[in-house]
């Protein structure tokens, strides 16, 4: 976002002409940004074969899929229906991988049907494929090397209660398994969850994935999951990617040659790519003191942007009509009824009635959480793309929320 004559921009476009425009509550994108992301992963890697599977869960608008896939990502997938959708985004079904979790064998079976890369994370499921594809169809081993992460107990899965993953102490019993069924394991897989700072969390689980691999003798990759973490507060310390792409690239490199044959080596970034591409524009409702302190309530909420009231996430925010006000504190909160808090005791230029604030940072796991409750329908989506803003999504309205209800009355 830059500042120039009082007004603030985005790529070139000017945010509040955007509201004007479009509305608010709004959700704008930009394309330089998630191109600078994709571009500074790729480039981090001193390898010639690095895939990029972006986890589509973040962010599933088809414009922001379609760009990555452009830019020559992949997907990754952890439901049938991102599944459809990455297809119907023009990927190959060769470039997804399908990573769930406590499906039905069902939807994996239409997986399969599909043609995208299937990732197992069960061994009574591994056994269930197995039985009925023999070696017919290759998988792809979801492990869990119990490396713990950093970040947030509700988005770290690499813990011994964790649902995700076959845990590594458990390879022998996969092993039989495999062999017993003629499976075709071609790849392994970890994803220890979001917001690892600590470079040596991934190599350290990166050894343990690649002491199991020389087990397996058709893997065709190794990959190595995602959690590299953005920067949510200015001082915040963040994966340093350069560092990691050259320690874990030569690592890789040497693991191949023990393992005797070239590999692919895979990444499933959801939030590095398309984190920092967002903000929330919402407008203030309301400037409530109370005995406490001094609310501002805006047209947003949980139902909008979750991250705040779930994950206790830090959101930096700016008052994008009131540049030079004096600085105040207000407790941010929406409109829902609930106690749904987006920031305590903010600093902000003095907030009136009308303003627009910006909230940053909002581009993964914003819209792609949201929903409905109290009846409120869900925002529209900009994406700014060669200085131009485009609608990519249009704003719900009230009638969108009759669209599946039936009138039992009327039959
Ligand atoms: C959510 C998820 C990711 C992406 O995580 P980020 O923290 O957004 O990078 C990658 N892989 C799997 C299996 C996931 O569930």
């Known amino acids: 976002m830059e500042l120039e004559n009082d007004r603030y921009s985005l790529d070139g476009i000017d945010l509040l002409d955007l509201v004007d425009e479009y509305g608010s509550p709004l959700y704008v994108y930009s394309a330089k940004s998630i191109a600078r992301q994709y571009q500074r992963l790729v480039q981090a890697f001193p390898l010639t074969d690095l895939h990029i599977k972006y986890a ?66 069960n061994i009574a499921i591994l056994e269930h494929f197995g039985h009925e594809y023999q070696d017919q169809v290759p998988v792809c081993l979801r492990i869990n090397p119990h490396v713990l992460a950093g970040g947030h107990a509700h988005i770290q899965t690499g813990h011994i209660d964790s649902k995700f993953g076959i845990s590594i102490h458990q390879i022998r019993h996969v092993m039989r398994v ?6 075709r394991v071609e790849g392994l897989h970890m994803h220890t969850g979001s917001d690892i700072l600590d470079p040596d969390v991934f190599t350290r ?7 199991i691999a020389i087990e397996f003798e058709h893997l065709r990759y190794i990959d190595l999951g995602s959690g590299f973490k953005v920067a949510y507060r200015a001082d915040d310390v963040t994966t340093d990617i350069e ?5 874990l690239g030569n690592r890789f490199k040497v693991f191949c040659e023990a393992y005797g044959r070239d590999m692919q080596l895979w990444f499933e970034p959801g939030k590095f790519l398309v984190s920092e591409a967002g903000i929330l524009l919402v407008k203030t409702n309301v400037v409530k003191q109370t005995v406490s302190t001094v609310f501002a309530g805006v047209d947003s909420g949980q139902n909008h942007l979750i991250r705040p009231m779930f994950y206790d996430a830090y959101h930096h925010m700016t008052n994008l009509s009131n540049p030079k006000g004096v600085q105040r504190i207000y407790s941010v909160v929406g409109y829902i009824c609930e106690t749904d808090t987006f920031a305590y005791d903010r600093k902000l230029s003095e907030v009136r009635v009308g303003d627009v604030l910006a909230m940053h940072n909002t581009g993964a796991y914003g819209f792609s959480m949201s929903s409905n409750y109290n009846s409120r329908p869900r925002p529209a989506e900009v994406l700014i793309e060669d200085g131009k803003a485009r609608l990519i999504r249009k704003r719900e309205t009230w009638k969108d929320l009759l669209t599946h209800q039936l009138y039992a009355d009327q039959d």
């Open 56 to 121: 589509c869960k973040a962010n599933s608008n088809l414009n922001i899929m379609k760009l990555l896939r452009k830019m020559g990502s992949g997907l990754d997938t952890v439901s049938i229906q991102e599944v459809h959708l990455g297809l119907h985004a023009g990927f190959q079904a060769s470039e997804i991988l399908f990573t769930p979790n406590c499906v039905s064998f069902e939807e994996i079976e239409e997986a399969v049907g599909l043609g995208v890369n299937i990732n197992i994370d």
């Open 178 to 183: 495999v062999k017993a069924n003629h499976i």
């Open 205 to 211: 689980a990166a050894e343990l994935l690649f002491d």
């Open 243 to 247: 560092q990691l792409g050259k320690v």
